[in-house]
């Protein structure tokens, strides 16, 4: 009877154990479960990442390129990535990466779709500054810069100069922002190492544009720009060799298409009441306050000064306090810089509202400290009209990116299912 | 006299294995309940999160590249543009938690609906948290102070995600075992920090 007890004792605990072990282990292997689903998942996103890189590796050696490529995991056949670019319905290319990944209960898969922007002709207007070479000069405390910024070479930052909008060099910064004495604050974001922005190999596109239908002078010229009465579109110009007044028109004549140039240097200054780009195959001089007769947003008043070389601030009488220009500056091999900016007294102020661009930075003044020694003190402001590229001098240079820049980055969203 | 002795003996020997059978199943079923609120508040969490992300992570798709995608920017609410159907039409997305009455039926007193809301339509619970927070980096790695005002949300560029669930539901302890500044319940629960969560379309 006692062994007969004992044995069903036995039996029950047996039973009673199994069922508790059978529990536990059931939960342990959930979490397993669990942890490789996850793994799967997250492994999956990150494949599918990796192939839209690889991807893009390949479409900027050669943008030319369509296809499709598919590449395993070394030493894992289950694992693997395909890429595919292709061209779009808008005649970009359009890349798609997809994972696939043999999980412990299913197979996942992916997905990264990159889209492309247009290779459009832009303005260089779009760009508040921008220069080729940066030189060795800094970027400091005190400099606030409204408007992009690109520069095809190192920028050189030492303080905490404020950049409301994105800037872009094909370089580095020096130093690293946030390293050493780099303190910028980027409202918009940076990025380096970007695809350089080429200047234009000559300007003849503006000339060939004043041969036929602007005006261009052999020579040297200067050039008075007057804004006529307060209304708006009687804006004319007058242009002398010497002391000679060897033309007068009104900038929006029908039988004047915006170019102004001539085969040597041009000095400027005036009213601008009207749209008109002036250019020198040498050099530009800023003769006195070059503005605009209004500097509304809602006004059509815009000037391109435009130079194979420099635009001087001319060390003249009508610069001696302050000097303002109201423009869009483009020097294509040169600087914009001030005449004798390293000696006599102090100017004043530079107070420039358009865009500048240049291959060399250029010096305006020079400094001890914070404190004016020569030349000017600078404010730049840009003029917002002209971040609307169709918003821009007459003839204006312009360029095409050389890559293809990122417009949208999606990626699909894989909610893991767990048992 | 004998079968007395026998019977009792085997009655206290039945009663001592008998308590320790109840003992056991007792301690099987806390031990399942326990593993089991773990893995089922680590699979909500991963869920949650993997939506979450997934979704910030697309922030500024279909978005023009001159125009911002996030819209507004504070401590337990993100609003960003999304173009989620591909349609050319950027939507409005909308995360938040809402307050802790709204769940007052459970009986977790700390956790709190987390909603999501496309364009109008009705907010979707997503999700339940005890903590959700966001903090928004700039570049430089700095945090921005929240809400990030207006002419601030363009410098944002990482979000860092901190997120807890915990069991709605309970087991309770004994006195001893409540350590000070504990609850009497014990509620499983889970954590998740995303440290540096970018969009590659704030990059444009």
Redesign the interface.
Known sequence: MAGKAALVLVIGFMILLGYVSRDLSVIAGRAQGNMSTYAAATESHNLAITGANAGLARLYQDTSWRGSRTQELSGAADRSFTYTVSTGANGRPFLRSVSLVRGPFETLGDTVEVEFGAQTLQTFTLFAWMTNFEGNIFWITGDTVWGRVHSNSLMHVNGQPVFMEKVTTAKSFDPKPGVGQNKAIFKNGYETGVAPIKFPDDLSQISAAAASGGRLYAGDVTVELKGGTAASGDGYVEVYSGATKIDSFEINSATFNGALGATGRVSVSGVVDGKISIFSTTNVYVLDDITYENKTTASDDVLGLISEADVTIADSPGNKTNVNIDGSIFCRSGSLKAENYNSGSPRGVFNMFGSIVQDTRGAVGTFSGSTLKTGYYKRYRYDERLSEPSFRPPWYPGFYTTTFAISCWWESVHIPKFN | MQYIL?YVA?AILGAA?LLI?LN??DT?AE??SL??GD?LV??IL??TV??LE??L??M???VP??QGCILRADTSTIWFLYDID?NAIPDTVRYYSGSVDEFAPTPNELDRPLYRKVNSEKSLVVGSVTIFRFRYL????QALSTPVVA??L??I?SVEITMEVQNPYAMSRSEKQVGAGERNALYSSSIWQQTRLA??????
């Open positions: 026998d085997a294995l059978i056991a199943n099987s031990s399942h593993y089991n893995a680590q699979e991963v869920q993997f939506l997934g979704e992570r697309n500024g798709v279909g590249e001159n591909r700039t570049r430089l790695g002419g601030q363009s410098e560029h969009s590659q379309n704030n990059r444009r």
